[in-house]
């Protein structure tokens, strides 16, 4: 099969998790032992900024110690031979630090710091402590940016445009369960072919969908010998 001309990767959870990036929510629904209402809603954070602060500290601070795994890295090598565009569910910058130019955080990024001002703007965090004295240039505080449960996803509308625009969608370690993100996948036009690349995916989106049983970095190894064959990392 040829070469796609206009890529676009939909990540999840599992395309970090070779790189020791934990999927937070485990089989008992708790993220590293705090339930979802303590730690990814607005509600959260205006009871407890201190425990929500802490929570992504920690999570800050274990992605520094974390590198690209050779699924990042293949997805990088890729950028020279076609068009991609990458949208992921993931808030570390694990894309980027394996040479990804093309990334759009559905979920904000844990790298960055957001002002709680009106204009709500972002600054890349130096250091993996935020504080509670931490201000933005105009004197607010500042909040992790991750858009949390209950708040809506600002690059949802984009991220539908370049899906509809693809002539073929590459779906890597993600359930397709978790809403409204899963829904991406199903806003490919008929035609396109979809590559869901996972060992349990079960969601898979009607017509031309392929599953594809592997871990991010074998999968894509696979993936690429059929439609990159001359050009695998």
Request: charged content about 20%; proline content about 6%; hydrophobic content about 40%.
């Amino acid at each position: 099969m040829n070469t796609p001309k206009n890529l676009v990767v939909l990540t999840g959870a599992g395309m970090s998790a070779e790189s020791g990036i934990p999927t937070f929510r485990g089989a008992d629904g708790l993220w590293e032992g705090h339930r979802i209402e303590e730690v990814a809603t607005p509600e959260a954070w205006d009871s407890n900024p201190s425990l929500v602060r802490d929570f992504y500290n920690q999570r800050r601070k274990h992605l520094m110690q974390c590198n690209p795994n050779k699924g990042h890295l293949i997805l990088a090598y890729w950028e020279q031979f076609t068009d991609m565009q990458i949208i992921t569910q993931n808030v570390d910058d694990l894309h980027e630090r394996a040479g990804s130019t093309n990334v759009v955080h559905l979920h904000g990024e844990l790298v960055n710091a957001r002002s709680t001002g009106p204009i709500a703007e972002k600054y890349a965090m130096r250091q993996w402590e935020m504080t509670a004295s931490d201000r933005c240039s105009k004197g607010f505080p500042v909040r992790p940016d991750i858009v949390w449960f209950g708040e809506d996803v600002p690059a949802m509308d984009a991220s539908i445009k370049l899906v509809q625009a693809a002539d073929c969608v590459l779906v890597i370690g993600t359930s397709l369960q978790v809403y409204p993100a899963a829904h991406l996948a199903f806003e490919a036009a008929e035609h396109v072919p979809i590559h869901v690349i996972d060992p349990e995916a079960k969601n898979l989106p009607a017509g031309n969908a392929t599953r594809w049983p592997f871990v991010a970095s074998e999968g894509l190894e696979a993936w690429g010998k059929v439609h990159f064959p001359k050009n695998r990392l």
